[in-house]
Protein backbone atom coordinates (compact mmCIF):
# COMPACT_ATOMS: atom_id res chain seq x y z
CA UNK A 1 0.00 0.00 0.00
CA UNK A 2 0.98 3.92 -0.73
CA UNK A 3 0.54 6.18 1.97
CA UNK A 4 2.14 9.60 2.55
CA UNK A 5 2.84 11.65 6.00
CA UNK A 6 3.12 15.11 6.72
CA UNK A 7 4.89 15.66 9.13
CA UNK A 8 8.36 14.41 10.63
CA UNK A 9 8.50 15.40 14.05
CA UNK A 10 8.17 12.98 16.69
CA UNK A 11 4.64 11.04 15.81
CA UNK A 12 4.75 11.47 12.19
CA UNK A 13 8.67 10.06 12.09
CA UNK A 14 7.60 7.02 13.93
CA UNK A 15 4.42 6.49 11.92
CA UNK A 16 5.93 6.59 8.46
CA UNK A 17 9.04 5.00 9.55
CA UNK A 18 6.60 1.58 11.36
CA UNK A 19 4.17 1.50 8.69
CA UNK A 20 7.35 1.19 5.93
CA UNK A 21 8.78 -1.77 8.23
CA UNK A 22 5.26 -3.27 7.95
CA UNK A 23 6.34 -3.82 4.41
CA UNK A 24 4.52 -0.39 2.97
CA UNK A 25 5.96 2.06 0.83
CA UNK A 26 5.83 5.55 2.35
CA UNK A 27 6.47 9.10 1.67
CA UNK A 28 7.04 11.49 4.61
CA UNK A 29 6.81 15.18 3.94
CA UNK A 30 7.95 17.82 6.11
CA UNK A 31 8.63 21.76 5.20
CA UNK A 32 11.76 22.07 7.05
CA UNK A 33 14.68 20.91 4.55
CA UNK A 34 17.35 20.07 7.15
CA UNK A 35 15.30 17.87 8.48
CA UNK A 36 14.62 16.12 5.30
CA UNK A 37 17.89 16.46 3.78
CA UNK A 38 19.12 14.50 7.13
CA UNK A 39 16.59 11.92 7.23
CA UNK A 40 17.65 11.24 3.51
CA UNK A 41 20.81 10.23 4.89
CA UNK A 42 19.35 8.35 7.50
CA UNK A 43 20.13 10.33 10.15
CA UNK A 44 17.39 10.81 12.61
CA UNK A 45 17.18 14.02 14.21
CA UNK A 46 15.01 12.95 17.40
CA UNK A 47 16.51 10.39 20.43
CA UNK A 48 14.16 7.60 20.30
CA UNK A 49 15.29 4.31 21.61
CA UNK A 50 15.10 1.86 17.88
CA UNK A 51 13.76 4.30 15.56
CA UNK A 52 17.43 4.99 13.96
CA UNK A 53 17.12 1.17 12.69
CA UNK A 54 14.10 1.58 11.34
CA UNK A 55 14.63 4.54 9.15
CA UNK A 56 17.65 3.39 8.48
CA UNK A 57 16.30 -0.01 7.20
CA UNK A 58 13.24 1.06 5.34
CA UNK A 59 14.93 3.80 3.67
CA UNK A 60 17.43 0.89 2.38
CA UNK A 61 14.89 -1.29 1.37
CA UNK A 62 13.74 1.49 -0.93
CA UNK A 63 10.39 2.00 1.47
CA UNK A 64 10.59 5.03 3.22
CA UNK A 65 11.05 8.32 1.45
CA UNK A 66 11.45 12.02 2.40
CA UNK A 67 10.66 14.97 0.77
CA UNK A 68 10.42 18.39 0.77
CA UNK A 69 7.60 19.26 -2.00
CA UNK A 70 3.87 18.36 -0.96
CA UNK A 71 2.89 17.84 -4.39
CA UNK A 72 5.16 14.44 -4.60
CA UNK A 73 3.77 13.45 -1.29
CA UNK A 74 -0.08 14.63 -2.34
CA UNK A 75 0.18 12.55 -5.36
CA UNK A 76 2.18 9.36 -3.58
CA UNK A 77 -1.13 7.62 -1.19
CA UNK A 78 -3.89 7.19 -1.41
CA UNK A 79 -4.01 7.37 2.68
CA UNK A 80 -2.43 10.83 3.94
CA UNK A 81 -1.41 11.19 7.12
CA UNK A 82 -1.68 14.51 8.93
CA UNK A 83 1.16 14.09 11.88
CA UNK A 84 1.89 17.85 12.09
CA UNK A 85 2.23 19.72 14.63
CA UNK A 86 -0.82 21.64 17.11
CA UNK A 87 0.65 23.61 19.71
CA UNK A 88 -0.83 25.33 22.49
CA UNK A 89 -2.32 28.94 21.74
CA UNK A 90 -2.04 31.33 24.69
CA UNK A 91 -5.41 30.01 26.17
CA UNK A 92 -4.76 26.42 26.15
CA UNK A 93 -6.63 25.82 23.01
CA UNK A 94 -5.05 23.44 20.13
CA UNK A 95 -3.47 25.49 17.32
CA UNK A 96 -4.78 24.04 14.33
CA UNK A 97 -3.22 26.44 11.66
CA UNK A 98 -0.54 23.97 10.38
CA UNK A 99 -3.19 20.49 10.13
CA UNK A 100 -5.44 23.33 8.27
CA UNK A 101 -2.67 24.21 5.94
CA UNK A 102 -2.13 20.09 4.96
CA UNK A 103 -5.59 19.82 4.52
CA UNK A 104 -5.39 22.72 2.00
CA UNK A 105 -1.93 21.61 0.17
CA UNK A 106 -4.08 18.39 -0.12
CA UNK A 107 -6.70 19.83 -1.54
CA UNK A 108 -4.30 22.08 -4.09
CA UNK A 109 -2.87 18.97 -5.53
CA UNK A 110 -5.23 15.61 -5.43
CA UNK A 111 -6.21 14.29 -8.96
CA UNK A 112 -8.02 11.23 -7.39
CA UNK A 113 -9.55 10.02 -4.44
CA UNK A 114 -7.79 10.36 -1.40
CA UNK A 115 -8.38 9.62 2.91
CA UNK A 116 -6.71 12.52 5.36
CA UNK A 117 -6.32 11.06 8.68
CA UNK A 118 -6.11 13.35 11.56
CA UNK A 119 -3.07 11.84 13.71
CA UNK A 120 -2.03 14.63 15.76
CA UNK A 121 -3.74 15.08 18.81
CA UNK A 122 -6.94 17.38 18.10
CA UNK A 123 -9.86 18.74 19.30
CA UNK A 124 -13.24 17.23 18.74
CA UNK A 125 -14.47 18.61 15.42
CA UNK A 126 -11.70 19.07 13.65
CA UNK A 127 -12.11 16.68 11.32
CA UNK A 128 -14.87 18.76 9.81
CA UNK A 129 -12.81 21.49 9.89
CA UNK A 130 -10.02 19.54 7.45
CA UNK A 131 -13.02 18.38 5.04
CA UNK A 132 -14.33 21.91 4.71
CA UNK A 133 -10.16 23.02 4.12
CA UNK A 134 -10.24 20.97 1.85
CA UNK A 135 -13.80 21.23 0.12
CA UNK A 136 -13.09 24.81 -0.23
CA UNK A 137 -9.76 24.43 -2.16
CA UNK A 138 -11.55 21.90 -4.39
CA UNK A 139 -14.31 24.08 -5.02
CA UNK A 140 -12.34 26.65 -6.23
CA UNK A 141 -10.28 23.86 -8.21
CA UNK A 142 -12.94 22.54 -9.93
CA UNK A 143 -15.94 24.92 -10.28
CA UNK A 144 -18.04 21.78 -11.29
CA UNK A 145 -18.53 19.92 -8.62
CA UNK A 146 -18.52 16.54 -11.09
CA UNK A 147 -15.12 17.30 -11.48
CA UNK A 148 -13.95 17.23 -8.35
CA UNK A 149 -12.22 14.16 -6.63
CA UNK A 150 -13.49 12.37 -4.06
CA UNK A 151 -11.98 12.53 -0.46
CA UNK A 152 -12.70 11.05 3.11
CA UNK A 153 -11.38 12.61 6.64
CA UNK A 154 -11.34 9.99 9.21
CA UNK A 155 -9.12 10.13 12.75
CA UNK A 156 -6.34 7.70 14.36
CA UNK A 157 -5.08 8.77 16.95
CA UNK A 158 -2.01 7.53 18.22
CA UNK A 159 -1.03 6.42 22.10
CA UNK A 160 2.51 6.30 22.24
CA UNK A 161 4.85 7.05 24.85
CA UNK A 162 8.24 8.59 24.18
CA UNK A 163 10.95 6.51 24.83
CA UNK A 164 8.94 3.31 24.00
CA UNK A 165 7.41 4.56 20.59
CA UNK A 166 8.36 1.20 18.14
CA UNK A 167 7.03 -0.78 20.60
CA UNK A 168 3.84 1.12 21.61
CA UNK A 169 3.30 1.05 17.56
CA UNK A 170 3.96 -2.16 17.11
CA UNK A 171 1.94 -3.44 20.28
CA UNK A 172 -0.64 -1.00 20.89
CA UNK A 173 -3.76 -2.10 23.11
CA UNK A 174 -5.95 -0.37 20.52
CA UNK A 175 -6.20 0.92 17.15
CA UNK A 176 -8.79 4.09 17.66
CA UNK A 177 -10.10 4.97 13.63
CA UNK A 178 -13.29 7.51 13.60
CA UNK A 179 -15.11 7.07 10.07
CA UNK A 180 -18.65 7.02 9.13
CA UNK A 181 -17.39 5.15 5.84
CA UNK A 182 -16.81 1.99 4.71
CA UNK A 183 -14.20 2.36 1.79
CA UNK A 184 -11.92 3.84 4.95
CA UNK A 185 -12.65 1.02 7.16
CA UNK A 186 -11.59 -1.34 4.67
CA UNK A 187 -8.37 0.91 3.70
CA UNK A 188 -7.45 1.39 7.25
CA UNK A 189 -7.65 -2.61 7.79
CA UNK A 190 -5.48 -2.59 5.08
CA UNK A 191 -3.10 -0.44 6.54
CA UNK A 192 -2.94 -1.70 9.92
CA UNK A 193 -3.14 -5.56 9.55
CA UNK A 194 0.11 -6.08 9.61
CA UNK A 195 0.32 -4.68 12.99
CA UNK A 196 -3.47 -6.41 14.01
CA UNK A 197 -2.48 -10.29 13.14
CA UNK A 198 -2.54 -11.85 16.95
CA UNK A 199 -5.79 -10.24 17.63
CA UNK A 200 -8.48 -7.91 16.29
CA UNK A 201 -7.23 -4.01 18.17
CA UNK A 202 -8.80 -2.16 15.33
CA UNK A 203 -11.69 0.02 17.09
CA UNK A 204 -14.08 1.55 14.68
CA UNK A 205 -16.33 4.83 15.94
CA UNK A 206 -17.56 7.85 15.28
CA UNK A 207 -15.22 10.76 14.06
CA UNK A 208 -15.88 12.78 16.86
CA UNK A 209 -15.93 9.33 19.64
CA UNK A 210 -12.15 9.13 18.73
CA UNK A 211 -11.40 12.88 18.88
CA UNK A 212 -12.18 12.89 22.27
CA UNK A 213 -10.90 9.03 23.11
CA UNK A 214 -7.75 10.90 22.73
CA UNK A 215 -7.99 13.81 24.77
CA UNK A 216 -9.75 11.33 27.00
CA UNK A 217 -7.41 8.78 27.68
CA UNK A 218 -4.67 11.61 28.52
CA UNK A 219 -6.26 13.14 31.16
CA UNK A 220 -7.67 9.94 32.78
CA UNK A 221 -3.86 9.09 32.78
CA UNK A 222 -2.92 12.66 33.94
CA UNK A 223 -5.42 12.41 36.54
CA UNK A 224 -4.35 9.32 38.30
CA UNK A 225 -0.60 11.07 38.33
CA UNK A 226 -2.24 14.27 40.35
CA UNK A 227 -4.04 12.38 42.33
CA UNK A 228 -1.52 9.90 43.38
CA UNK A 229 0.79 12.89 43.89
CA UNK A 230 -2.17 14.77 46.31
CA UNK A 231 -2.15 11.47 48.56
CA UNK A 232 1.45 11.56 48.31
CA UNK A 233 1.71 15.41 49.69
CA UNK A 234 -1.01 14.39 52.76
CA UNK A 235 1.14 11.28 53.40
CA UNK A 236 4.29 13.31 54.32
CA UNK A 237 1.68 15.12 56.61
CA UNK A 238 0.19 11.89 58.00
CA UNK A 239 3.66 10.23 58.18
CA UNK A 240 2.69 7.43 55.53
CA UNK A 241 5.07 6.08 53.49
CA UNK A 242 3.23 6.37 50.32
CA UNK A 243 4.74 3.47 48.37
CA UNK A 244 3.54 0.92 50.33
CA UNK A 245 -0.08 2.83 50.35
CA UNK A 246 0.72 2.57 46.04
CA UNK A 247 1.36 -0.65 46.37
CA UNK A 248 -1.47 -1.29 48.84
CA UNK A 249 -4.27 0.77 45.85
CA UNK A 250 -2.51 -0.58 42.80
CA UNK A 251 -3.36 -4.27 43.95
CA UNK A 252 -6.76 -3.82 43.13
CA UNK A 253 -7.20 -4.35 39.82
CA UNK A 254 -9.80 -1.57 38.74
CA UNK A 255 -7.33 0.82 39.93
CA UNK A 256 -4.11 -1.01 38.52
CA UNK A 257 -0.36 -0.65 39.13
CA UNK A 258 -0.09 2.08 35.99
CA UNK A 259 0.31 5.59 36.17
CA UNK A 260 -0.03 5.98 39.80
CA UNK A 261 3.64 7.01 40.55
CA UNK A 262 3.89 10.20 42.79
CA UNK A 263 6.98 11.98 41.93
CA UNK A 264 7.26 15.82 41.08
CA UNK A 265 4.67 16.38 38.81
CA UNK A 266 3.83 14.46 34.95
CA UNK A 267 5.69 16.84 31.81
CA UNK A 268 6.32 16.10 28.32
CA UNK A 269 4.31 17.57 25.04
CA UNK A 270 1.00 15.70 25.67
CA UNK A 271 0.03 15.89 29.37
CA UNK A 272 0.35 19.35 30.22
CA UNK A 273 -1.06 20.19 26.61
CA UNK A 274 -4.02 18.04 26.26
CA UNK A 275 -5.61 18.21 29.82
CA UNK A 276 -5.53 22.49 29.33
CA UNK A 277 -6.75 21.59 26.00
CA UNK A 278 -9.99 19.82 27.04
CA UNK A 279 -10.39 21.96 29.74
CA UNK A 280 -10.68 24.89 26.88
CA UNK A 281 -12.62 22.68 24.66
CA UNK A 282 -14.97 21.76 27.76
CA UNK A 283 -15.42 25.91 28.32
CA UNK A 284 -16.22 26.31 25.09
CA UNK A 285 -19.13 24.08 25.03
CA UNK A 286 -20.37 25.80 28.31
CA UNK A 287 -19.14 23.19 30.86
CA UNK A 288 -16.68 24.11 33.74
CA UNK A 289 -14.49 21.11 33.69
CA UNK A 290 -13.16 21.41 37.57
CA UNK A 291 -11.77 18.34 37.72
CA UNK A 292 -9.10 18.78 35.32
CA UNK A 293 -8.61 22.02 36.45
CA UNK A 294 -7.19 20.53 39.63
CA UNK A 295 -5.53 18.18 37.71
CA UNK A 296 -3.50 20.70 36.28
CA UNK A 297 -3.46 22.91 39.42
CA UNK A 298 -2.22 19.90 41.27
CA UNK A 299 0.41 18.88 38.82
CA UNK A 300 1.84 23.02 39.00
CA UNK A 301 2.23 22.90 42.49
CA UNK A 302 3.66 19.51 42.53
CA UNK A 303 6.37 20.80 40.31
CA UNK A 304 7.63 23.34 42.83
CA UNK A 305 7.78 20.92 45.41
CA UNK A 306 11.24 19.94 44.46
CA UNK A 307 12.70 23.41 45.33
CA UNK A 308 10.78 23.79 48.34
CA UNK A 309 11.85 20.60 49.87
CA UNK A 310 15.57 21.72 48.87
CA UNK A 311 15.46 25.44 50.11
CA UNK A 312 13.48 23.22 53.68
CA UNK A 313 16.86 21.31 53.87
CA UNK A 314 19.42 23.79 53.04
CA UNK A 315 17.46 25.93 55.58
CA UNK A 316 15.80 28.74 52.87
CA UNK A 317 20.23 29.72 51.92
CA UNK A 318 20.21 29.01 48.32
CA UNK A 319 22.14 31.89 46.85
CA UNK A 320 25.67 31.01 45.92
CA UNK A 321 24.95 27.31 46.33
CA UNK A 322 25.66 24.69 43.44
CA UNK A 323 22.82 22.36 43.14
CA UNK A 324 23.33 18.90 40.84
CA UNK A 325 20.55 17.75 39.24
CA UNK A 326 20.25 14.34 37.66
CA UNK A 327 17.69 13.65 35.18
CA UNK A 328 17.28 16.52 33.09
CA UNK A 329 14.19 14.84 30.41
CA UNK A 330 10.14 14.96 31.08
CA UNK A 331 11.24 11.17 31.86
CA UNK A 332 13.55 8.53 30.97
CA UNK A 333 14.54 6.84 27.20
CA UNK A 334 14.01 10.77 26.02
CA UNK A 335 15.86 13.91 25.72
CA UNK A 336 12.75 15.69 25.56
CA UNK A 337 12.72 18.35 28.41
CA UNK A 338 8.88 19.93 27.08
CA UNK A 339 7.07 20.92 30.42
CA UNK A 340 9.95 18.92 32.07
CA UNK A 341 9.75 19.26 36.32
CA UNK A 342 13.89 19.56 36.24
CA UNK A 343 12.80 23.15 34.35
CA UNK A 344 10.80 24.34 36.86
CA UNK A 345 13.43 23.63 39.39
CA UNK A 346 16.26 25.21 37.88
CA UNK A 347 14.74 28.40 36.94
CA UNK A 348 13.91 28.66 40.90
CA UNK A 349 17.63 27.51 41.46
CA UNK A 350 18.42 30.61 39.28
CA UNK A 351 16.03 32.64 40.52
CA UNK A 352 16.94 31.80 44.25
CA UNK A 353 21.09 33.09 43.23
CA UNK A 354 22.40 29.04 42.91
CA UNK A 355 23.99 27.33 40.16
CA UNK A 356 23.01 24.06 38.77
CA UNK A 357 25.40 21.15 37.99
CA UNK A 358 23.40 18.86 35.40
CA UNK A 359 23.60 15.49 34.07
CA UNK A 360 21.79 13.52 31.80
CA UNK A 361 22.20 10.60 29.80
CA UNK A 362 21.08 12.16 26.72
CA UNK A 363 19.38 15.60 27.44
CA UNK A 364 23.07 17.40 27.28
CA UNK A 365 22.62 18.84 24.17
CA UNK A 366 18.47 19.67 24.31
CA UNK A 367 18.87 21.54 27.89
CA UNK A 368 21.91 24.21 25.59
CA UNK A 369 19.44 24.00 23.20
CA UNK A 370 16.93 25.71 25.55
CA UNK A 371 18.79 27.98 28.15
CA UNK A 372 22.04 28.29 26.29
CA UNK A 373 25.05 28.92 28.02
CA UNK A 374 25.17 30.27 31.05
CA UNK A 375 27.72 30.54 34.38
CA UNK A 376 24.77 29.17 36.58
CA UNK A 377 24.45 25.73 34.38
CA UNK A 378 27.37 23.66 33.83
CA UNK A 379 26.26 20.07 32.40
CA UNK A 380 28.27 17.06 32.67
CA UNK A 381 29.14 13.50 31.34
CA UNK A 382 29.11 12.16 34.29
CA UNK A 383 27.24 11.69 37.44
CA UNK A 384 29.45 11.86 39.98
CA UNK A 385 31.18 14.69 38.38
CA UNK A 386 27.97 16.49 38.54
CA UNK A 387 27.95 16.13 42.90
CA UNK A 388 31.94 17.14 43.50
CA UNK A 389 31.66 20.00 45.72
CA UNK A 390 27.81 20.74 44.86
CA UNK A 391 25.87 21.00 47.80
CA UNK A 392 22.75 18.51 47.37
CA UNK A 393 21.75 16.38 45.12
CA UNK A 394 18.10 16.40 43.58
CA UNK A 395 16.54 13.47 41.15
CA UNK A 396 13.80 14.93 38.42
CA UNK A 397 14.26 11.70 36.43
CA UNK A 398 13.74 7.58 36.94
CA UNK A 399 16.74 7.15 34.74
CA UNK A 400 17.67 3.31 35.37
CA UNK A 401 21.24 4.27 36.05
CA UNK A 402 20.50 5.87 39.19
CA UNK A 403 19.21 2.71 40.94
CA UNK A 404 22.28 1.53 41.23
CA UNK A 405 24.12 4.15 43.54
CA UNK A 406 27.43 3.97 46.01
CA UNK A 407 25.36 6.61 48.23
CA UNK A 408 28.75 6.16 50.33
CA UNK A 409 30.65 7.93 47.16
CA UNK A 410 27.77 10.16 46.74
CA UNK A 411 28.25 11.36 50.76
CA UNK A 412 31.74 11.78 50.27
CA UNK A 413 31.50 14.50 47.08
CA UNK A 414 28.29 16.22 48.50
CA UNK A 415 29.13 19.29 50.59
CA UNK A 416 26.07 18.83 52.45
CA UNK A 417 24.56 15.49 52.66
CA UNK A 418 21.17 16.06 51.45
CA UNK A 419 19.66 14.18 48.45
CA UNK A 420 15.85 15.39 47.00
CA UNK A 421 14.66 12.40 45.51
CA UNK A 422 11.74 13.39 43.07
CA UNK A 423 11.05 10.31 41.61
CA UNK A 424 11.39 7.82 44.72
CA UNK A 425 14.14 6.32 42.84
CA UNK A 426 15.92 5.23 46.36
CA UNK A 427 15.48 3.21 49.45
CA UNK A 428 15.26 5.61 51.92
CA UNK A 429 17.01 3.20 54.50
CA UNK A 430 19.99 2.71 52.20
CA UNK A 431 20.37 6.22 51.80
CA UNK A 432 20.16 7.47 55.71
CA UNK A 433 22.67 4.12 56.56
CA UNK A 434 25.07 6.20 54.09
CA UNK A 435 25.14 8.76 56.77
CA UNK A 436 22.70 11.11 54.20
CA UNK A 437 19.44 12.88 54.55
CA UNK A 438 16.52 11.67 52.28
CA UNK A 439 13.70 13.99 51.39
CA UNK A 440 11.71 11.78 48.57
CA UNK A 441 7.97 12.31 47.68
CA UNK A 442 4.97 11.15 50.03
CA UNK A 443 7.31 9.50 52.14
CA UNK A 444 8.65 9.71 55.53
CA UNK A 445 10.19 13.08 57.00
CA UNK A 446 10.11 14.39 53.53
CA UNK A 447 8.72 17.98 54.10
C1 LIG B 1 1.62 10.12 26.89
C2 LIG B 1 0.70 8.87 26.92
O1 LIG B 1 1.18 7.93 27.89
C3 LIG B 1 0.67 8.21 25.53
O2 LIG B 1 -0.27 7.12 25.55
C4 LIG B 1 0.20 9.25 24.51
O3 LIG B 1 0.19 8.72 23.19
C5 LIG B 1 1.17 10.43 24.53
O4 LIG B 1 1.17 11.01 25.86
C6 LIG B 1 0.70 11.42 23.50
O5 LIG B 1 -0.40 11.98 23.66
O6 LIG B 1 1.37 11.60 22.48
P1 LIG B 1 4.28 10.54 27.01
O7 LIG B 1 3.91 11.99 27.19
O8 LIG B 1 5.32 10.16 26.02
O9 LIG B 1 2.96 9.70 26.62
O10 LIG B 1 4.79 10.03 28.40
P2 LIG B 1 4.28 9.16 29.64
O11 LIG B 1 5.10 7.96 29.75
O12 LIG B 1 2.82 8.99 29.60
O13 LIG B 1 4.70 10.14 30.85
C7 LIG B 1 4.14 11.44 31.00
C8 LIG B 1 4.60 12.08 32.30
O14 LIG B 1 3.95 11.48 33.41
C9 LIG B 1 6.10 11.97 32.58
O15 LIG B 1 6.60 13.20 33.04
C10 LIG B 1 6.18 10.92 33.67
O16 LIG B 1 7.28 11.08 34.49
C11 LIG B 1 4.89 11.18 34.42
N1 LIG B 1 4.39 10.02 35.20
C12 LIG B 1 4.01 8.89 34.56
C13 LIG B 1 4.31 10.11 36.57
O17 LIG B 1 4.65 11.14 37.20
N2 LIG B 1 3.82 9.04 37.27
C14 LIG B 1 3.41 7.90 36.68
O18 LIG B 1 2.97 6.96 37.38
C15 LIG B 1 3.52 7.81 35.27
Known sequence: MKISVFGVGYVGLVTGACLADAGHEVMCMDIDPD?????????????????????????AAGRLFFTTEPSKAVEFGVLQFIAVGTPPDEDGSADLQYVLNVARLVGQHMTS?????????VPVGTADKVRDAVAAVLAERFPSEADRPAFDVCSNPEFLKEGAAIEDFSKGARIVVGTGSERVRELMSECYAPYNRIRNK????????????????NSMLATKISFMNEVANLAERLDVDIEQVRQ???????????FIYPGCG??????PKDVQALTRTASEVGYDAELLKAVEAVNLRQKQTLFTKLSNALDGDLKGRTIAVWGLSFKPETDDMRDAP?????????????????YDPVAEDECHRIYGQRDDLQLVDDRMDALKGADALVICTEWTEFRS??????????RFPVIVDGRNVFDPKAVKDAGLMYYGVGRADSL
Open 35 to 59: KIARLQKGEVPIYEPGLDDVVTRNV
Open 113 to 121: YKVLIDKST
Open 202 to 217: LMFMDVRAAELTKYAA
Open 248 to 258: GIGSDPRIGYH
Open 266 to 271: YGGSCF
Open 342 to 358: SRVLMEALWKAGATVRG
Open 405 to 414: VDFAAVKAAL
